[in-house]
């Protein structure tokens, strides 16, 4: 059977229309359509959000001379005890209302009695969900931001006391060139960096107010909606009331957002199974974070980890749904736009909840920094840094490589590394190399030669270590302002609302 969905109505219509469109209707919804096309089960996640731009839309009216005092007053006192009762848990958001909008207008109109009705006044819930959602929107994303600069400050942490560690870097899964371990982490965080960018992008894309392009065509009242924006803390409101609530980019881009972000921790998830293998061994997962099997008693997985890795499916999957429910869609708002909502919430919740894990995860991670050091020989790593140094003495690249190739050949048959030739045996492959070339090959000389920007030399890491602090430090500035803003502050004596409650 399915999840239980709304409360259904009663089955004969209510004279005075029960749903918020009853006047030209009939007949009652049939209770498998209302069960159907009912939102309350998850859209009640707005309530909040659309109490605090209800009390916006009221206070504009009454601004705007739209509704006298005697009619915005009972609104806003009304609203304002829903919130309060909502937050403080004693008002659940629950019943046969279609929806959460329906929802708060039956409450409002329940507790000040007609003078509730006035509240829809030049408003559409077409303009009131977009406004609810992408106040929902921000505040998500605010949250898996601080969920991603949690997790880039335990790997930073990390990085910054082995800038001396070294172990191959791969491509192809073969070993490849010696780095240091804090430029193999801070890569991680340099797509984590990315990612805050995206999730910031998204954030901005939702702080466009569509309060007060209505259904679709405006309204013939002298609204403000600059003003209803402002009172939200957004600083943009719609330029077309069509395209207004039409609009669903900004789910689209935070769905993306996150979905990109959950590929990031797949990506850095399969590195710590597969180096918590006994084959690579590079790391040790703590018990904390480990499961055993209930057949091989000698077993500890990393179970955790593959959840972390799993979970990308979902967020792929979501943003995959909400492109395709957008596609072809005409204008302007349709009931299709409804399926936004699941889909987004489970990316945030998926994002939110491995955010957590993979803190939880890298903090559980001892690295096993002798079997990094092993895993340095029996792979020739230095071999590129051979032929550097022939192309430091004049040979020309190409050369150098196959001669280079040719020591490898002779160490290879030798069973040794290249920094185990001896000289002549170098020079027999390399006859331009100079006597102190054996320091050349060492793995820590390597990486300390690569001091290029961005690359791994300890110097390089460092300033690396610097640039990702500051720009965490402004990440978590910009994060601790947010919360400190009027949808968060969602009580009835603050900025916004300024309203006495009983
Ligand atoms: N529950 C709807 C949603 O989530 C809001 C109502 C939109 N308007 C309408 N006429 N059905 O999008």
């Not at 957002?257 to 590195?271: I, K, Q």
Request: aromatic residues 4%.
């Amino acid at each position: 059977m399915p999840e239980p969905r709304n409360e259904s109505p009663a089955e004969e219509p209510d004279p005075d229309g029960a749903a918020l469109w009853g006047g030209r209707f009939s007949q009652g919804l049939h209770p498998a359509i209302h069960a159907f096309t009912g939102s309350l089960h998850f859209d009640r996640r707005l309530v909040r959000h659309d109490l605090m731009a209800s009390l916006a839309h009221a206070r504009m009216l009454r601004e705007c001379d739209i509704l006298t005092d005697a009619e915005s007053e009972p609104i806003l006192v009304g609203l304002s005890e829903i919130l309060r009762d909502v937050e403080d848990g004693s008002l659940e958001v629950d019943g046969p209302d279609e929806d959460v909008h329906s929802w708060i207008e039956r409450m409002l109109i329940e507790r000040v009695g007609d003078a509730g009705k006035r509240l829809h006044t030049a408003r559409s819930r077409n303009d009131q969900t977009g406004i609810a959602l992408r106040l929902y929107v921000r505040e998500r994303l605010e949250d898996v931001l601080s969920g991603v600069a949690g997790l880039q400050r335990v790997l930073v942490e990390q990085a910054s006391h082995h800038r001396e560690t070294y172990l191959p870097g791969y491509t192809h899964l073969q070993r490849g060139q010696p780095v240091s371990l804090a430029q193999h982490l801070l890569a991680h965080v340099s797509a984590l960096t990315q990612d805050a960018d995206r999730l910031r992008s998204a954030h901005a894309s939702a702080g466009v107010s569509p309060l007060g392009a209505g259904a679709l065509a405006g309204s013939s009242f002298p609204i403000d909606p600059e003003r209803t924006a402002a009172l939200l803390g957004l600083d943009r409101t719609f330029t077309n009331s069509m395209h207004a609530v039409a609009d669903r980019d900004y789910v689209l881009d935070a769905a993306y957002a996150c979905a990109v972000l959950l590929v990031h921790l797949s990506r850095w998830a399969d590195e710590i199974i597969l180096w918590s293998t006994r084959e690579f061994g590079f790391v040790r997962l703590q018990d904390s974070v480990s499961q055993g099997s209930s057949l091989m008693p000698q077993k500890k997985n990393p179970e955790a980890v593959e959840v972390l890795r799993g979970k990308s499916a979902r967020t792929i999957g979501n943003i995959t749904a909400l492109l395709t429910l957008v596609k072809g869609l005409p204008l302007t708002y349709n009931s299709d736009l409804q399926e936004d909502k699941e889909p987004l919430f489970d990316s945030f919740d998926t994002a939110e909840w491995s955010l957590a894990a993979a803190i939880a995860i890298a903090r559980a991670t001892d690295f096993q920094l002798d079997a990094m050091e092993s895993a340095l020989s029996g792979g020739m790593i230095t071999a590129t840094e051979l032929a550097d140094h022939l192309v430091r003495a004049g040979v020309p690249f190409r050369t150098a490589h196959a001669q280079v190739g040719a020591a490898v050949r002779a160490a290879e048959q030798r069973g040794v590394e290249l920094w185990d030739l001896s000289l002549d045996e170098l020079k027999s492959c390399c006859p331009d190399v100079s006597d102190d070339v054996r320091d050349v090959l060492l793995p820590e000389r390597a990486v300390a030669a690569h001091d290029s920007p961005g690359g791994p030399a300890p110097a390089r890491v460092l300033e690396q270590l610097g640039l990702v602090d500051r720009t965490l430090v402004a990440l978590e500035h910009w994060l601790q302002n947010r919360t400190d803003s009027p949808i968060r502050r969602a009580h009835a004596d603050e900025g916004l609302l300024d309203v006495e409650v009983s």
